[in-house]
């Protein structure tokens, strides 16, 4: 694996700085860009991203400030990820158990609620690069769907609401470049378009 | 919520509706005037010019303009807030922005304008 190369650096050079933590993909905190693609370090294998006799090449994920080596300053990752509300307002009295969902319920939220925030997807996202203050990014959009499409949740209209200017959401252009890079196998892509049909349901 | 006041209509799925709508008028509008010069290769001036003066003509001349000046507004505006802001270009970066929207804005209305003259001149 990448990760394994970067230990035998450190060791050689304990300078070196990156973020690691669970080394099975798992934690997320090892996105890096690989020969030209975001990635875990950690689940790629060298083998997959170098050619034979070629060369492999580790940058930080583009578009956040770095802070050293491949450490980035991820604030910006998270602050819009704080602003879709990554969690369950529900207003009506707590039930005595948990509040139950039906198997298909619980079905919905499948592809979604895997995501590691490991920010791979954001960081290859064009518009997140253009406007990483403004639209939310693919990572904070697929948690945004989570729990809109969560039939525990209350507060959908207000979710919606906060969604509908112009960056939030709309600054996705379906490029694609979250999709192709989430080590989990996840969508955003479909989330957003899955948001877009929601808001357009309230408004028409 | 992010707020702006230069978008279209001021709210991202407005646009993105009126994006979506104008793009399928000018494709039809477009590829039937093409199909129309295919079906008529030997077009004379008096049947070009017959054909721009009926009323049903028009309305749809003028719908595809109204739509190509939307959807190049919604566009333009978009590629301005990509690519002419303050990360890209530094304390400048609003007037330019403005200026640039202002630009198209005003260019938009001209050929408008001048597109209605022309259709209607006919
Ligand atoms: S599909 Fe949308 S969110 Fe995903 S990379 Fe493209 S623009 Fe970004
Ligand atoms: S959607 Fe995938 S790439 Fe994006 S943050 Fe979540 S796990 Fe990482
Ligand atoms: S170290 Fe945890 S995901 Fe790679």
Known sequence: MVLDVLELLKRKDPSITYRRSCREGVCGSDGMNINGTNGLACITPVSSVVKSGGKLVIRPLPGLPVVRDLVVDMTVFYKQFEKIQPFLINNTPAPAIERLQSPEDREKLDGLYECILCACCSTNCPSFWWNPEKFIGPAGLLQAYRFLADSRDTAINERLANLEDPFSVFRCRGIMNCVAVCPKGLNPTRAIGHIRSMLLQRAT | ?122
């Open chain 2, 1 to 122: 919520m992010v707020t702006n006041v230069t978008s279209f209509g001021r709210s991202g799925l407005y646009d993105w509706l009126v994006q979506r709508i104008t793009a399928v008028i000018l494709a039809v509008y477009f590829v039937t005037l093409f199909g129309y010069l295919l079906l008529n290769p030997d077009l004379d001036y008096q049947q070009w010019q017959k054909l721009f003066s009926a009323t049903w003509m028009r309305i749809a001349s003028l719908m595809a303009l109204m739509a190509l000046c939307a959807h190049a507004w919604i566009g333009m505006w978009t590629i301005s807030t990509d690519y002419l802001t303050s990360d890209m270009l530094g304390g400048k970066a609003t007037v330019i922005r403005f200026f640039f929207q202002t630009a198209c804005v005003v260019l938009m209305f001209i050929y408008l304008v001048w597109g209605i003259q022309i259709l209607w001149g006919i």
